[in-house]
């Protein structure tokens, strides 16, 4: 067993962590992508979140009475009253550029999930979809933001490839191997792991877990409460214009009923032949992604 590997296991045994576990039902995880200056025309993905707009909303998060936490916090320390956690997934530079000034200027924290291939320079798994081609983090930025103390780093797989798809000895290298990297590059334990295109099964959970990681981290499909499934961790998903209000909603208890009520009814129009494809009766956009798995870049 590595060293990172031990300090994980230990981390499982901690009883902060069994502590912090027992008395956690609800840990609202958001879900970010790019920081940008300006969100470009007719972008392929809602991905942008402008700066001016992150930093409203964490002027709301804070005056609601949040503190933001890293997976890590978990088993260091009891967790604080109102606790939540901010995700970025794929390590864009624009989170080094135009997230860690917010971060310091707020006193905040964020967790970022990067790819294990250090040699990826931009988001290739997009670009054949015709998305531009977008500059991610080098490994110095990486680690001044380590280092500033405000960002946690986790696991997005080697490639950013969907781990569905993959034969299982490949999809075991794509998770393990991201860790070593990481943790190599890194010096700590990497322990949370976000599945690429927030695609997963029973099986790629299951490599996860046996990787070491602690937490798996989907989409908004998962579990209400935070300790349900450590393999599967909820995350709220919000629109580049949101504000207080949006976010109220989305981290209350009613939201996740609503959204599978939502679901309901829109899968039951489908059977009903009520949106064909092509149509122009097609479901406001935000609903046809119910289908899709894709929401996660
Ligand atoms: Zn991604």
């Known amino acids: 067993m590595g060293r990172a590997e031990a300090n994980s296991q230990r981390v499982h045994l901690n009883g902060i962590f069994q502590a912090n576990l027992s008395k956690l039902k609800r840990l609202p995880v958001l879900v970010f992508h790019r920081v940008v200056e300006e969100i470009p025309d007719g972008p392929l993905y809602d991905i942008h979140f402008t700066r001016e707009n992150l930093d409203r909303l964490m002027r709301s998060i804070r005056k609601m009475g949040y503190e933001t936490i890293h997976f890590e916090d978990l088993s260091a320390r009891p ?18 550029l135009h997230l860690l000034p917010l971060l310091q200027k707020h006193g905040m924290k964020a967790v970022i999930y990067l790819l294990g291939d250090r040699t990826i320079p931009h988001n290739i798994w997009d670009i054949p979809k015709g998305a531009p081609k977008v500059q991610l983090m080098t490994n110095d930025q990486i680690l001044e933001m380590a280092k500033s103390g405000w960002v946690e780093f986790g696991s997005h797989s080697m490639t950013h490839v ?20 990481l943790e190599g590059l890194l010096g700590k334990p990497v322990i949370s792991f976000a599945y690429p295109f927030g695609r997963f099964n ?4 299951r490599g996860v877990s046996e990787a070491g990681y602690l937490f798996g981290i989907a989409v908004e499909w998962s579990p209400d409460d935070f300790s349900d499934d450590l393999m599967e961790i909820r995350r709220i998903c919000l629109s580049p214009d949101a504000g207080g209000v949006e976010f109220f909603w989305k981290t209350s208890i009613l939201f996740p009923a609503f959204r599978r009520w939502q679901r309901r009814l829109f899968r039951r129009h489908l059977r009903l032949g009520g949106w ?6 097609r479901p406001p956009k935000h609903m046809e992604k119910v289908n899709g798995p894709k929401e996660d870049r």
């Open 162 to 181: 969907d781990l569905t798809q993959l034969p299982p000895d490949e999809m075991e290298r794509e998770i393990r191997d991201c860790k070593s990297s």
């Open 79 to 96: 967790i604080p009253r109102k606790p939540i956690i901010l995700t970025f997934d794929d390590g864009y530079e624009d989170n080094y």
């Open 202 to 205: 029973e099986s790629v959970k």
């Open 276 to 281: 064909r494809f092509g149509s122009r009766h």
